[in-house]
């Protein structure tokens, strides 16, 4: 069994750190993740690509673990019992069927990284906001309605992901209370105009404090369409990062209007934005 054979490499291997068990079909874990030798040994661990619906027990025995992999799995829940993996730092739980996670997660006070991209969360979970310590934060693909106020605790935040969740929607505001090194992408969401303009105003303001959002990107009118396609079509204009074909507009950033985003360039000078 290949599962059995990495695991007596890595129970030889007197510095080894990591166990790669992705992609081997397991429905649980070996009973070798109750030997005393290899509970303080292993720090990084990769369950990815397997048949494990539930949450393996025998990970929260790991007391010495920093990062773990469970994508790709079908996991539908997590046990409480994860509060025990004190020291972890990573947590990829991307590609599963989860909908909530246990309370005692919030525990998790060294998490910094938390990957839940490719669940069905229809609420954003609270225990969340007590991750003090979280930088990454990803909840792209899933079926989030709102946002919880509390999400302005995450203070080191870096980066949340909330893209493709077509059912988010609700106040943006909320938002504006992440920090100011924290980059939020809501593209392919589903918020009003109404909230978007509010929040496009609040971010143009030569004050902003707030976070750095990536906006999600219309399709332009046909009348748009025309005037920048008569202003590409001048001589000493020059567009990049935009494809000049029906059904398929790509911006590289967009805010107010099409002619504002490309600066009119001689032929050969050097494009900035």
């Known amino acids: 069994m290949i599962a059995a054979s990495r695991i007596e490499d890595f129970l030889e291997n007197f510095k080894a750190e990591y166990l790669v068990l992705s992609g081997l079909g397991l429905k649980s874990l070996p009973d070798v993740f109750n030997n005393k030798l290899f509970i303080s040994r292993l720090i990084h661990l990769l369950l990815s690509n397997n048949k494990l619906e539930s949450f393996p027990n025998g990970i929260c025995q790991l007391q010495y673990l920093k990062s773990l992999t469970l994508n790709r799995n079908g996991l539908t829940s997590l046990s409480n019992e994860i509060c025990q993996l004190q020291r972890l730092e990573v947590l990829d739980l991307s590609d599963n069927k989860l909908q909530s996670l246990p309370n005692g997660i919030s525990q998790l006070q060294h998490l910094k990284s938390l990957t839940l991209i490719k669940n069905c969360f229809a609420s954003f979970p609270n225990e969340i906001c007590q991750l003090l310590n979280l930088e990454f934060?990803?909840?792209?693909?899933?079926?989030?309605?709102?946002?919880?106020?509390?999400?302005?605790?995450?203070?080191?935040?870096?980066?949340?992901?909330?893209?493709?969740?077509?059912?988010?929607?609700?106040?943006?505001?909320?938002?504006?209370?992440?920090?100011?090194?924290?980059?939020?992408?809501?593209?392919?969401?589903?918020?009003?105009e109404g909230a978007l303009r509010d929040l496009k105003g609040a971010y143009n303001r030569q004050?902003?404090?707030g976070p750095e959002i990536f906006f999600p990107v219309t399709s332009p009118s046909e009348g748009a369409l025309g005037d920048l396609k008569v202003a590409y079509n001048r001589q000493g204009y020059r567009v990049r990062g935009f494809k000049m074909k029906k059904g398929n507009h790509t911006c590289r950033r967009a805010r107010e209007g099409l002619l504002s985003i490309y600066a009119p360039l001689r032929r050969g000078a050097i494009w900035r934005r």
């Open 137 to 192: 934060l990803t909840f792209s693909h899933n079926e989030l309605q709102l946002l919880p106020e509390e999400i302005g605790r995450l203070r080191k935040l870096t980066f949340l992901g909330l893209s493709d969740n077509s059912a988010l929607q609700g106040s943006l505001n909320i938002l504006l209370s992440l920090p100011r090194h924290c980059k939020v992408n809501i593209q392919r969401t589903n918020f009003s």
């Open 207 to 209: 004050d902003y404090q």
